[in-house]
Nanobody, 126 residues
Framework: QVQLVESGGGLVQAGGSLRLSCAAS????????MGWFCQAPGKEREFVAA????????KLADSVKGRFTVSRDIALNTEYLQMNSLKPEDTAVYYC???????????????????WGQGTQVTVSS
């Protein structure tokens, strides 16, 4: 019942930055853990980041630690993924997700979560 809409994707050169946003709607959205997943061409969907409600507890994939930061604004019901030092390998469709359980969303599932966004394309050129 939580609807998610991603924005902020686009084309960026290697070493550049993007900030993805995921706006959640629904009366229970503020209590949901949220996360980010990505899927590159020819690859399975992979875990990127997760954050609990109300925030402060986060998990990042090893491949993005030190480069990406996940955060959320409870008042705006929005999750963010700040992506710095982008690499061509980061090129993928990034999906926002929400779930009642931080433990589940941070356990790197590729399916079975409560809600998924439509995805936003991130393309990093070299």
């Amino acid at each position: 019942q939580v609807q998610l809409v991603e924005s902020g994707g686009g084309l960026v050169q290697a070493g550049g930055s993007l900030r993805l946003s995921c706006a959640a709607s629904g009366r229970t959205s503020s209590t949901y853990a949220m996360g980010w997943f990505c899927q590159a061409p020819g690859k399975e969907r992979e875990f990127v980041a997760a954050i609990n409600w109300p925030g402060g507890l986060t998990k990042l994939a090893d491949s993005v630690k030190g480069r990406f930061t996940v955060s959320r604004d409870i008042a705006l019901n929005t999750e963010y993924l700040q992506m710095n030092s982008l690499k061509p390998e980061d090129t993928a469709v990034y999906y926002c997700a929400a779930d009642r359980s931080y433990g589940r969303i941070s356990s790197s599932p590729r399916s079975g979560l409560d809600s998924w966004g439509q995805g936003t394309q991130v393309t990093v050129s070299s």
